[in-house]
């Protein structure tokens, strides 16, 4: 008999734990390195939503593989959480979605880019799939972003994703930076989680490109759209709205609702002038009158 997601999950909690590492989730990166090999010759790497740790833990252990001297080694995590410090990993707590943060990390790498970028950060999740893969597609282009800023050519980015309709847009919007992209699954991974990772290599992005932190969900104040040239006009504005307090509208709701009074039916302010229903509803008052003849 196979393993549940429960026991799944249950044995490699144990494992982190005798092993050392911060998280189960290290077992994820790790097993993702034994199909893809991202960690041959990477000496910089940037692990954003690093907190707890587990990722950078991966990285400080199996980069320092690649060289005789440790100190060639630089790690930068980024979070905007608080982590608990580690050996050989720089720390820096803030919003990747700054520039600041962005030329922080360079700073780090004296100048220079990252061999690689991961990001294991997911939102907190609602329950709602739709809300939750919308919430996660535009994290991970928020680390995308960043990652534009920080990565050298030919470089790597790791990033996790939530498996839905709207994958293959993001694979294709990957495509667009980098030469492969594929989207992997590793075994510590619940079968029952909709979570999967993209492996993005060999990043090169468009021709003309210039990497900025324009957000699409700011407004027009912070971000203006119509200065962008070149390759940066596929940078669409979007927009959300409403809250998770609102009705929605796939959903059928009682017109009795708690706390109002009894409900009342009123006609509408204004009625459809000619309905492509009417002809069909004038037969079935015929029909009812000609039946109770």
Not at 8 to 37: P, T, V
Not at 51 to 57: D, L, N, R, T, V
Not at 244 to 269: F, R
Request: hydrophobic residues 35%; negative net charge; contains cysteine.
């Amino acid at each position: 008999m196979g393993k549940t997601s429960k026991d799944k999950r249950d044995i490699y909690y144990r494992l982190a734990k005798e092993e050392g590492w911060r998280a189960r989730s290290a077992f994820k990166l790790l097993q993702i390195n034994e199909e893809f090999k991202i960690f041959n010759g990477v000496l910089r790497a940037v692990d954003l939503c690093a907190a707890p740790g587990s990722w950078s833990q991966v990285l400080a252990r199996k980069l320092r593989e690649n060289t005789d001297n440790s100190s060639d080694v630089k790690i930068v995590a980024v979070d905007l959480q608080a982590m608990a410090a580690l050996p050989g990993v720089k720390q820096i707590q803030g919003d990747i979605t700054k520039l600041s943060t962005a030329e922080e990390i360079i700073k780090e790498f004296e100048g220079q880019k990252a061999d690689l970028v991961v990001c294991d950060g997911a939102p907190d999740v609602t329950g709602l799939h739709d809300i939750d893969e919308y919430i996660q597609s535009q994290l991970l282009l928020a680390a995308l972003n960043i990652t534009t800023h920080v990565l050298k050519l030919e470089g790597t980015f790791v990033a996790k994703i939530f498996r839905g309709k709207d994958v293959t847009l993001l694979y294709s919007q990957l495509k667009q930076f980098f030469e492969f992209v594929t989207v992997t699954k590793p075994r510590s991974s619940r079968n029952s989680s909709i979570e999967a990772f993209v492996v993005c290599q060999n990043y090169k992005p468009p021709q003309g490109y210039k990497p900025t932190m324009a957000n699409p969900l700011l407004d027009n104040q912070h971000c203006v759209f119509n200065e962008f040239d070149g390759p940066n006009r596929i940078i669409v504005p979007f927009n959300i709205c409403g809250d998770l307090s609102a009705y929605d509208s796939d959903t059928s709701y009682s017109l009795q609702l708690d706390g109002l009074g009894q409900y009342e039916h009123k006609e509408p302010v204004q009625e459809p002038i000619d309905p492509p229903y009417k002809e069909m509803l004038d037969k079935t008052k015929h029909m009812q009158i000609k039946d109770s003849k």
